[in-house]
């Protein structure tokens, strides 16, 4: 009698404990639906290939450059550009380097110092929370796919709004960074390959023969 008694106990709790489940996944917004989308998308990868366009206008310029972009977890990245050919950014995990062809010097920041604009994709390669990442966060549609919008937490005095725009099976497809002083970078991702092989002698960075290395902010 006391065994069914627990047993009829047991199967109530088990199902108290379905229902409820059930009753928090329907609640979910369908924003938070989206950001966790992303987040299960790129927290499952371990590396990714993309080919890249990168539109920068502010300062008196109008700037488009294009090239390969390399990910691999837990957050490295190489951007190779074609356009200009040549010209280099990588982070190996500890510092990020910066490298123009024909430039007398390279570029050598470490990591805590680090707020240029790629690295709000680094991240995306991590144990990633959109929703820990980014402050006053917002979801628009926008055509066939969504623009996730918000301030990148750490980097507030620097960047006004970082938009990502994404499928709807979390996908993002570019990435759009305005800083407080009007500036505005916009990156596009076509040609992606998930989880291609990559070593981190993929993100390594040496020299050039003559080119001296600096420790300093990277250009613009």
Same mark, same amino acid.
């Given at each position: 009698m006391h065994l069914k008694r627990y047993l009829t106990l047991q199967s109530q709790i088990t199902l108290s404990l379905a229902l409820m489940l059930a009753a928090s996944a329907a609640a979910q917004s369908p924003q938070d639906a989206l950001l966790q989308k992303v987040d299960d998308h790129y927290n499952h990868l371990a590396s990714l290939r993309a080919r890249y366009r990168e539109h920068y206008t502010g300062m008196g310029m109008d700037r488009s450059e294009s090239g390969t972009l390399l990910l691999k977890k837990p957050g490295r990245m190489a951007w190779h550009y074609d356009v @200009?050919? !040549?010209?280099?950014?990588?982070?190996?995990?500890?510092?990020?380097?910066f490298y123009t062809p024909g430039d007398p010097q390279a570029q050598k920041i470490p990591a805590k110092q680090?707020?240029?604009?790629?690295?709000?994709?680094?991240?995306l390669l991590g144990h990633t929370q959109l929703k820990k990442e980014l402050d006053q966060i917002k979801v628009t549609p926008v055509g066939t796919e969504f623009r996730i919008t918000g301030i990148p937490k750490g980097m507030q005095q620097r960047i006004h709004q970082l938009?990502?725009?994404?499928? @709807?099976? !979390?996908?993002?497809?570019?990435?759009?960074?305005?800083e407080i002083d009007g500036a505005k970078t916009e990156f596009t991702f076509t040609e992606m390959k998930e989880n291609i092989p990559a070593t981190n002698a993929d993100f390594q960075f040496t020299p050039p023969p003559g080119v001296t290395i600096i420790t300093g902010a990277p250009p613009i």
């Open positions: @200009p050919a !040549g010209k280099l950014f990588v982070f190996d995990g500890k510092f990020a380097w680090m707020d240029d604009l790629h690295t709000p994709l680094r991240f938009g990502l725009q994404v499928t @709807p099976e !979390g996908l993002i497809t570019a990435m759009q960074v305005e």
